[in-house]
Every structure is written in structure tokens, then in C-alpha cells.
């Protein structure tokens, strides 16, 4: 049997806790931290804050646009700091510390689960993997906050461990090639190249699928 079709509000409900567990587990880490790698990423732990909150941000305009052209970026300047550097949008200041950096972070996933509740059924938002509705816009926004928030786990020696069930409905949205016999966490990590799974070789290069499970790829 297959498992039932996520809903825009099921969606931005598990958005809203995985950012809030997010902003929880960050906020531990004390600001000079905030400096060292985030896990294999080139970037600090900041940049790499930083992107995912452009991320989220970007998301959400995406499911925005009505006015063609459709089938591109909403143009907001990326600007990046640095050689190397993440380019984004959204910054946070640093002389707000981090206390800042996390009200900047979850400003971006509320505005995102926002308009993944408020969306209409044919909204679409332009993305290099596809056409993403809703639901698919806020499984990016959950693919993202996960996986770089065990990134900075990794950096900033903090622990990570979210919810089993929301990593497999992301996997079932966004990876329907992922094994399902196997933990969610795990496979979601493998999924996006940062993890092993016995039987399987690493990931060096790995996509998502915003089309809905019921259209083909």
C-alpha cells in the first residue's frame, strides 16, 4: 500500500518543528564557534547558517511568483563575502550575534511554511530538480534545514538527531529511489552524499524529485 500524499498543512507543520528543534540545537553554540567548518562544507558554520536561511527565504518566493516569466529565479542580488563563499540574499548582521543569526534563520523557515499553507493547489515554484508545489517546497526547505544542520552539528560539536518520521516523508516526497527498509536519518544522509548505507556506494552526486509521486519523473 502506499503511503498517503503529504499535505500542504502536514508539510509546513513538520517545516515549523524541524526549525524550531533547528534554532534549539544551534543556539547552544557559543559565538567564536561560529567560525570553524561546517562538516565536509567549505564554509563556516555562520556562512553556512546563513545559506540555509537564504535557502528557506528563497523557497518561499519561488511559491510566490505569479507574474511571468515563471521559469526563473526571482532575481534578488547574491552576493558572496568571500572567494569560496556561499552567495546569498539574506544576511544576518553580525554585531546581533547569535541570537541574531537564529531569529534571522527562523524568520526564514515561518515565512516559507507560511506560504506553503497558503499557496493555492497550482501555485508552482521554478527549480533547477523540477516544478515544485507545495508540499515539494516545503520537503526543500526540510531537505535543507536537516542536512545542514547536521553540517553544523558536525562543527560547531553539537548533537542532531530529528524526528525519524519527518525524514521519511521527506525522503518519500523528494527520493522515491531511497530504500525504505532502512533507518530515515541514515538514508536521508546517504541521499544527499554525507553518509554510508551497508550495500549502496557513497554519493558523489545525488538530486531530488519535486514532481508528486503520482506523475513520473
Known sequence: MSAPQLTPAAAAADLDEIVRLAVETLRQAPEPAWDAGAGSLDWTCWETAEHLADDL??????????????DVNVPFVLDSRRPGGPGVAVRADRA????GLM?????????????????????????V??????????????????????DLAE????????????????????????????????TLLWATG????????????????????????
Open 103 to 127: 531569529q534571522v534563520l527562523q524568520s526564514s523557515g515561518a515565512l516559507l511554511a507560511a506560504m506553503v499553507r497558503t499557496a493555492p493547489p497550482h501555485a508552482r515554484a521554478h527549480h
Open 194 to 217: 554525507r553518509a554510508e548505507l551497508p550495500g549502496r556506494p557513497r554519493l558523489t552526486r545525488w538530486r531530488w524529485h519535486n514532481a508528486p509521486p503520482s506523475q513520473p519523473r
Open 57 to 70: 527565504f528563497a523557497y518561499a518566493v519561488q511559491l510566490g511568483l505569479t507574474t511571468p516569466p515563471l
Open 129 to 150: 530538480f523540477g516544478p515544485a508545489d507545495a508540499t515539494a517546497s516545503a520537503a526543500m526547505g526540510l531537505t535543507e534545514t536537516l542536512v545542514h544542520v547536521h
Open 96 to 99: 546581533a550575534g547569535v541570537t
Open 155 to 186: 562543527g560547531l560539536g553539537l548533537t542532531w538527531n530529528p524526528p525519524t518520521g519527518v525524514c521519511a516523508r521527506v525522503l518519500a516526497r523528494l527520493f522515491p529511489d531511497a530504500p525504505r527498509d532502512t533507518d530515515p536519518w541514515t
